[in-house]
């Protein structure tokens, strides 16, 4: 089973910029598609954005637009671009296999604030 590892958050300013990077223990072509989730204190996990093998991607309505995300098939990644981020993007910043998820990893803080 490929293992998924994030990592890239931390803390920005609000209207600033991360990039995620989540990487794959083997092959990311044997998952069709990953998503990016995200937990903000005292709330349930939610949707993030995902991509299919075939590049096809999905968003959640609240980051349309300022998120990006994007598959490396030679690197092992999906990465998420992450602009004009708002307070409320606050969050641990999961990634899985959209379809079958595996057990969740650690994830990476992404902290907006002043």
């Known amino acids: 089973q490929v293992q998924l590892v994030e990592s890239g958050g931390g803390l920005v300013q609000p209207g600033g910029s991360l990039r995620l990077s989540c990487a794959a223990s083997?092959?990311?072509?044997?998952?069709?598609?990953i998503a990016w989730y995200r937990q903000a204190p005292g709330k349930q996990r939610e949707f993030v954005a995902s991509?299919?093998?075939?590049?096809?991607?999905n968003y959640a309505h609240s980051v349309k637009g300022r998120f990006t995300i994007s598959r490396d098939n030679a690197k092992n990644t999906v990465n998420l671009q992450m602009n004009s981020l708002k307070p409320e993007d606050t969050a641990v910043y999961y990634c899985?296999?959209?379809?079958?998820?595996?057990?969740w990893g650690q994830g990476t803080q992404v902290t907006v604030s002043s």
């Open positions: 991509i299919t093998m075939g590049g096809f991607t």
């Open positions: 083997g092959s990311i072509f044997s998952i069709y598609a």
């Open positions: 899985n296999d959209r379809d079958s998820p595996h057990a």
